[in-house]
């Protein structure tokens, strides 16, 4: 066991949390309403089959939306619901530090969206059954959609520690997942430019869907992946600072 | 027996907890060494609780140490909360987990592994008579078999502390005398701290009574001792004496 941090404790805390999705209705209730909303979004609303074009861009133009709407719902109960039970007593006086505790349930909830992301595979084989997309370019978007789901992970699993109320947490963290949505859009970076033009660039950088767009051209760039990096880390952090501050609240 | 000179196991000292301009729990200092089963007692709200979340790590304190096994709570909580069986308020549990995976997780972050882990939970199990239930998932359990589920948790790493706060809380009066039995029969080597309403409880299994009243620590003695400070001898005189607000006869 290593002094400063335990990877051990970390996967210990997320298999119990992995398991829990899987115990109840949520993992079901989750995977079905993603790949039903992606498969209609994808093959109505993004005209997949008359653009006749081999790739999955219609698909991953809408991935960081659906998460938008259903990553919050995920992490809305990661620590309101523990708070609700009185068990966050029982797993902050186990021999586990803090930031073992917030990393597993994070990696938790992310392996949980990573399962959601493979199991929208049909997709891939139907657009290699029609034609002959560049699977380099799939990859990568799959990449990026795994990398927005963690960030809006990231967001809301410090909403959910922030509250004991599950509704707030939901509402909380679509709000500010929202903001890093919207933020490189003309409208918000217009608005933005009349008053400061450097905010709007800065709004453009910190945006979580335009740096989606990279990865589902099929470029992938280390700024984007520290970016990505970054924010995670930062909203893992504040989760263990709210944690350590609200715990018995 | 011979004179072995070994540090408290439980050591607290002017430990302070303000919530805003409340305070909940009033410079209490005591000590608890190896042998001792200390009874906790004190009207609801005299801050039991708050005092033992301290000393579990979970509630940060105004001012004032806790230290387990000479670990201090604060600067050093994981090699404390090794040493420590804990059982919270409320006894609270995963409800969605069967008892066998609760434990086991409790067992793993506690580093119990193999058959090690399998041993230490079987014999948790054994020793809280649970082993009918063991498959099935705690929400589906009366609160008794709760209770149990969570003082099977606290067992689990034999630890050197046990804090438990109302052990036999919803328990039957079969299933307490269970509980005391298993926790004099562990007596011996642990230092524990029981925090209960039921004063029998103390005469029946403690070694050394306290008692908090707003917060503050008003009497420090055996329950022996305790119950001769009023006439009647009646331990339930005593504690009503104690903490009423015009408390008379406290020490």
């Not at chain 1, 861009?57 to 990553?71: E, G, N, Y």
Request: net charge positive; glycine share 8%; hydrophobic share 50%.
């Amino acid at each position: 066991m290593s002094r400063w941090f335990s990877v051990r404790s970390a996967l210990v805390v997320a298999r119990r949390e992995l398991g829990s999705y899987f115990a109840t209705p949520v993992a079901a209730v989750f995977i079905v309403i993603f790949l039903a909303l992606q498969g209609v979004l994808t093959f109505n609303l993004g005209n997949f089959f008359d653009r006749n074009q081999a790739d999955l861009a219609p698909f991953f133009s809408f991935i960081p939306w659906v998460f938008l709407l259903l990553v919050p719902a995920i992490t809305m109960r990661l620590w309101a619901e523990e708070r609700r039970q009185g068990t966050i007593e029982l797993l902050l006086t186990l021999p586990l530090r803090q930031s073992e505790a917030v990393l597993g349930k994070f990696l938790a909830a992310w392996a949980f969206c990573a399962v959601a992301l493979a199991l929208t595979f049909p997709f891939w084989i139907t657009v290699n059954f029609l034609g002959r997309p560049d699977n380099g370019v799939i990859l990568c978007g799959y990449a990026g959609a795994v990398l927005v789901a963690g960030a809006f992970l990231s967001v809301g699993a410090a909403m959910s520690a922030a509250t004991k109320n599950q509704v707030i947490a939901f509402v909380l963290s679509l709000a500010v997942c929202f903001i890093f949505a919207v933020a490189s859009y003309p409208l918000v970076t217009d608005f933005i430019a009349r008053s400061s033009p450097e905010l709007a660039s800065f709004a453009r950088r910190i945006s979580v869907t335009d740096r989606f767009l990279g990865f589902t051209r099929g470029e992938l760039e280390v700024r984007d992946l520290v970016y990505f990096a970054s924010f995670i880390g930062f909203w893992l952090l504040l989760n263990s600072v709210i944690v350590d501050h609200r715990k018995a609240d | 027996m011979p004179a072995l000179i070994e540090p408290a196991l439980i050591e607290i000292a002017a430990l302070t907890k303000r919530f805003g301009a409340f305070t909940a729990v009033d410079n209490v200092s005591f000590n608890v060494a190896r042998g001792e089963v200390l009874g906790f007692l004190g009207p609801n709200g005299a801050g039991k609780s708050t005092t033992m979340k301290m000393l579990a790590g979970f509630v940060t304190p105004t001012a004032g140490s806790a230290r387990i096994c000479g670990h201090d709570v604060q600067s050093d909580p994981v090699a404390a909360r090794r040493q420590l069986g804990y059982l919270p308020e409320g006894a609270p549990t995963y409800p969605e987990m069967t008892v066998l995976g609760f434990l086991q997780f409790c067992g793993r972050l506690r580093g119990l592994r193999g058959a090690t882990l399998d041993e230490r939970v079987g014999h948790a199990v054994a020793m809280t008579t649970l082993n009918g239930v063991r498959l099935q998932p705690v929400e589906t359990l009366s609160k008794g078999f709760k209770r149990r589920v969570g003082l099977a948790q606290a067992l689990l790493h034999d630890p050197a502390v046990l804090v438990l706060d109302e052990p036999t809380d919803g328990l039957d009066p079969n299933q307490k005398h269970e509980v005391r039995l298993l926790i004099r029969r562990m007596a011996a080597e642990k230092a524990i701290i029981i925090s209960t309403h039921i004063l029998e409880e103390v005469e029946a299994v403690c070694t050394r009574a306290i008692v908090i009243a707003n917060g503050r620590l008003v009497a420090d003695a055996t329950p022996a001792e305790l119950a001769r400070r009023h006439p009647s001898g009646k331990l339930d005189d005593v504690f009503r004496a104690m903490t009423m607000p015009n408390k008379k006869g406290a020490a």
